[in-house]
């Protein structure tokens, strides 16, 4: 009788271990497999051969591919490498997943939606990309599930950490160099904290792994599935949260100042802009709220929300002084 892939060591084969939810993801995957994590340079998302050559050698159970482009502004001039990274590479890592019998974890974007909906987006929605990156992280997802290979494709959005480049140090780095910040008021969606997406997969990893004597019991959850942090917010909002948040830890412990690379904080105020007076390159949704209510009848997952997710991040991370690196760099 085959070993149930609870019974047998597990092997990852993770993608983007230096990216904001693959730094997570490589912290916590030991716990359930044994995980081969090469970086860019190993094995470049571009480079069709190198993956299937990759998957070939290392025959991993299991893809979690978190590399991406994500740069969603760069990938409006930039069409050919984002649909190759976003698109391509993952029809191929599940062209090849499918061929050993492996499954494939994959994270997509609340930029699949156009933003005209008002109340949460559900994952039997429509989707509508409005930027390149939107149409290629879109596409990627539709090569997955062309492959008939079992998958779960997790939709996220507004991911951000203590470490890499995202709003959140953003904001920390403007607060210490400028009086008055505009931020955009009228985009809403959920911040989510690169931590608690990669908490939830490998809970739901474990889950589903420990699930029965089935051989592939991915194939009975294969789908596409919402994992946001709870509630909604505006980036005009989220600003203003983070900078309270920094004020109010930076009374009561001294890691703020090492956070923001010893300067103090000098921001006094927070303009609320509209999306028309902050242009980029790319458009963004109005409205990007995903409902999460998939993933808890699936696996019985509830994020928390976006604010208590904050803090968390806050206390836990900045409190061991992890900020320190991350903006310093
Ligand atoms: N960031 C967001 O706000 C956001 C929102 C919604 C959904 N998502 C999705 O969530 C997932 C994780 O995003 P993230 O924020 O963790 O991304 P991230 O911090 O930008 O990390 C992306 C990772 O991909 C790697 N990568 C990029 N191009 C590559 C290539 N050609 N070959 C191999 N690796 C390559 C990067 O390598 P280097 O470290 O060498 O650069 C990095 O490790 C992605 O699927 C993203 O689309 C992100």
């Known amino acids: 009788m085959p070993a149930t892939l609870a019974q047998m060591k597990l092997t990852i084969l993770l993608t983007g271990k230096n990216g904001q939810v ?3 993801l490589l912290r916590l995957l030991p716990g359930i497999g044994e995980v081969v994590a090469p970086d860019r340079h190993e094995l470049n ?12 050698d290392i025959r991993p ?9 994500t740069a969603v502004d760069a990938a409006e001039t930039d069409e050919a490498n984002a649909y190759a990274i976003n698109a391509s590479a993952p029809g191929v890592l599940a062209k090849e997943a499918k061929k050993i019998g492996a499954a494939i974890v994959h994270y997509s974007t609340d930029y699949v939606f156009d933003g005209s909906k ?6 039997g929605d429509p989707a509508n990309p409005i930027s390149v ?32 480049r995202n ?17 955009v008021r009228d985009q809403l969606g959920a911040p989510t904290w690169s931590r608690e997406i990669a908490t939830s997969t490998a809970r739901i990893l474990a889950q589903v792994i420990g699930r ?4 592939s019991p991915f194939s009975q959850v294969s789908g596409t599935y919402h994992m946001t942090a709870g509630g909604e917010t505006t980036w005009y909002d989220f600003a203003s949260t983070i900078l309270d948040e920094a004020s109010r830890l930076s009374r009561e412990i001294s890691w703020l100042s090492a956070a923001t690379g010893g300067r103090p904080l000098v921001t006094r105020r927070i303009i609320p802009i509209t999306a028309e007076e902050y242009p980029t390159s790319a458009a963004r949704p109005a409205y990007s709220v995903l409902s999460n209510s998939l993933l808890t009848r699936a696996f019985g997952i509830r994020m928390s929300d976006w604010h208590t997710q904050l803090r968390h ?17």
């Open 22 to 24: 693959g730094t997570e």
């Open 45 to 56: 998302l571009l480079d069709a051969d190198n993956l299937r050559r990759a998957v070939r």
């Open 61 to 69: 159970q299991l893809i979690v591919n978190a590399a991406a482009y």
């Open 118 to 123: 008002r109340a949460p987006y559900d994952e």
């Open 133 to 164: 990156y939107g149409k290629t992280k879109f596409a990627g997802e539709q090569a997955i599930r062309n492959c008939d290979v079992p998958h779960l494709i997790l939709r996220t959005a507004w991911v951000y950490s203590t470490r890499g």
């Open 167 to 183: 709003f959140l140090l953003t904001i920390l780095r403007l607060a210490t160099e400028r009086q008055e910040l505009r931020i």
């Open 212 to 215: 029965g004597n089935r051989a």
């Open 313 to 329: 991040a806050f206390s836990l991370e900045c409190k061991a002084q992890q900020m320190t690196v991350a903006c310093k760099s």
